[in-house]
């Protein structure tokens, strides 16, 4: 049989690739840990949680358990972090604007606490993405500045899927690792050791009901996959789609539309951690003129197209 080997261990046996102080960077990956953990046992009982609120709703107020999904997941990671001292602010979906700890921690965290949540109540896969900066304040409160770094400067990227298994993959800038949840331990263990993506690929993940809004050569390229008969897979979460298309090879589309002439996706808490992640597993990511990671954010919430994936479809997409 197989060693096992803990993502607790994983980290521990990992810390020297970090470049600043080994121990801070185990405090701020166990965070995650915990509560993709917590955040894992919610959501495998959302459909019961829900029937139990619309029994007694109407009755007595629960806030708490009221609290829709991704609310609760994004007070359960910002609790975390808050409790744990490295981190001194966070960007989240969730809070229009900036989570100050002021607690002089180096280190900020973005976060996307509960991805595709409209697939909650439909039983479809979701995520958590999270990105983790070294601060260039210095004192006990993070400013702007702290969040407008480019994606290259990211320290750590990583997600959480919440689908048929629970799983953590993450990197620090050397290499992809993934760790499945053995929910009969509550541990996350080492299943797939350095994950790289097919240089090519035969899956096309974009929301087609927008096609007469894409521009000449998005719908171009689209074309091009339909006559190559490639496969059409989009589950409308990032995470989702992303992790398949990773460990299968595809590219992954959600380009500016006459609507969103910007893009749907957020630029610090979406598109940036995967492209941190694909790059280290050997993939792509551009807005389709500039590489995502070279991206100079403006603001928090900031928008961006994204194309990512497989090097050589990802390429061919930005031909047209
Ligand atoms: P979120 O649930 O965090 O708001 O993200 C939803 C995003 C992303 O997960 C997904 O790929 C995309 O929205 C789907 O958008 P469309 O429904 O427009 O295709
Ligand atoms: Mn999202
Ligand atoms: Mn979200």
Not at 16 to 29: D, K, P, S, V
Not at 181 to 196: A, Q, R, Y
Not at 220 to 238: T, V
Not at 280 to 290: L, P
């Amino acid at each position: 049989m197989a060693n096992i080997k803990t993502l607790a261990e994983f980290i521990t046996e990992r810390q020297h690739e970090f470049t600043y102080a080994t121990g801070e960077l185990t405090q701020l990956l166990t965070s995650f840990r915990l509560a993709g953990k917590m955040v894992n046992r919610e959501v495998n009982k959302a459909g019961l949680a829900e029937d139990i609120l619309g029994a007694q709703g109407t009755e007595n107020v629960q806030g708490e358990q009221q609290q829709k999904l991704d609310v609760y997941a994004n007070d359960l990671f910002i609790r975390l972090l808050r409790s744990q001292g490295e981190v001194c602010a966070v960007a989240s979906e969730e809070n229009e604007e900036i989570v100050h700890f002021d607690n002089g921690g180096k280190y900020v965290v973005t976060m996307d606490p509960l991805d595709g949540s409209s697939n909650i109540d439909v039983n479809v896969s979701i995520g958590t993405i999270f990105s983790i900066y070294r601060r260039i304040s210095e004192g006990q409160t993070a400013t702007m500045e702290d969040f407008m770094q480019p994606g290259n400067k990211q320290v750590a990227a990583g997600y959480i899927i919440y689908g048929s298994s629970t799983m953590l993959v993450y990197t620090t800038g050397h290499g992809v690792n993934g760790f499945t949840l053995d929910p009969s331990i509550g541990t996350f263990c080492l299943s797939h050791p350095n994950m790289t993506t097919p240089e090519e690929g035969r899956i096309y993940s974009v929301n087609e009901g927008n096609y007469y809004d894409f521009s000449d050569g998005v719908r171009n390229y689209i074309d091009d996959c339909k006559k190559q008969k490639m496969s059409g897979r989009y589950i409308g979460s990032l995470v989702a789609d992303f992790h398949r298309n990773l460990l299968k090879g595809g590219i992954y589309m959600y380009p500016a539309t006459k609507k969103d002439p910007k893009g749907k996706l957020r630029l610090l808490y979406e598109a940036n951690t995967l492209a941190m992640i694909v790059e280290q597993a050997g993939g792509i990511a551009t807005d389709g003129k500039t590489r995502i990671l070279d991206l100079k954010p403006t603001e928090l919430h900031q928008r961006c197209p994204l194309y990512i994936g497989s090097k050589g479809m990802v390429e061919k997409a930005m031909k047209g």
